[in-house]
T-cell receptor
Framework: TQLLEQSPQFLSIQEGENLTVYCNSS?????LQWYRQEPGEGPVLLVT?????EVKKLKRLTFQFGDARKDSSLHITAAQPGDTGLYLC???????????FGPGTRLSVLP | DTGVSQDPRHKITKRGQNVTFRCDPI?????LYWYRQTLGQGPEFLTY????????KSRLLSDRFSAERPKGSFSTLEIQRTEQGDSAMYLC?????????????????FGPGTRLTVL
């Protein structure tokens, strides 16, 4: 059983469309991070959220941490082919513990 | 390029052989992490060091796995008597943590990984 679930597992959309991917858990996280990973490379950190209800924006990407700090979402506006990759969420149950990664959402944006 | 580097990038070995991977972190980073990632999954935490001290080990790190960071700079991960189930991408990351912060507040910079195939 995954501590972190991500949905959808795969997503293929056309350039210009909007999308939302989700990260869910039954555990409360003190912080949660989103990463993007491209084939043959390590993950690259996009954002860290720590406060329930927090919303952070990074250009066309909007990240939200659930009020109860058990879930998070990533919304991409006007997706571009350069957004293609594996989007991973990772959470820490408390600041001193290991990070747990979800299985990821594999996004493909077609030109 | 001053990012995290890993060597080799690819390793093919036969079952039962020993393998060793190297990670060179970003020079001023005192935390170093090892993860394993299998196809279709996110990275799984294996272990981490603060300077030369190994502070945390996952139960995934069986007695065939050992990691060292002897001088608090580069690190090695050795797998003895490899099994086919060890085939995976082994990722290294480093960070310069906030004062008093745990992993949850770290910005981890990942290397490109070493892809291990055990035949």
């Amino acid at each position: 059983t995954q501590l972190l679930e991500q949905s959808p597992q795969f997503l293929s959309i056309q350039e210009g469309e909007n999308l939302t991917v989700y990260c869910n858990s039954s555990s409360v996280f003190s912080s949660l991070q989103w990463y993007r990973q491209e084939p043959g490379e390590g993950p690259v950190l996009l954002v860290t959220v720590v406060t329930g209800g927090e919303v952070k924006k990074l250009k066309r990407l909007t990240f939200q941490f659930g009020d109860a700090r058990k879930d998070s979402s990533l919304h991409i506006t006007a997706a571009q082919p350069g957004d293609t990759g594996l989007y991973l969420c990772a959470g820490a149950v408390n600041y001193g513990q290991n990070f747990v990664f979800g299985p990821g959402t594999r996004l493909s944006v077609l030109p | 390029d001053t990012g995290v580097s890993q060597d080799p990038r690819h390793k093919i070995t036969k079952r039962g052989q020993n393998v060793t991977f190297r990670c060179d972190p970003i020079s001023e980073h005192n935390r170093l992490y090892w993860y394993r990632q299998t196809l279709g999954q996110g990275p799984e935490f294996l272990t981490y060091f603060q300077n030369e001290a190994q502070l945390e080990k996952s139960r995934l790190l069986s007695d065939r796995f050992s990691a060292e960071r002897p001088k608090g700079s580069f690190s090695t991960l050795e797998i003895q008597r490899t099994e086919q189930g060890d085939s995976a991408m082994y990722l290294c990351a480093s960070s310069l943590p906030l004062a008093g912060g745990g992993m949850g507040t770290d910005t981890q910079y990942f290397g490109p990984g070493t892809r291990l195939t055990v035949l």
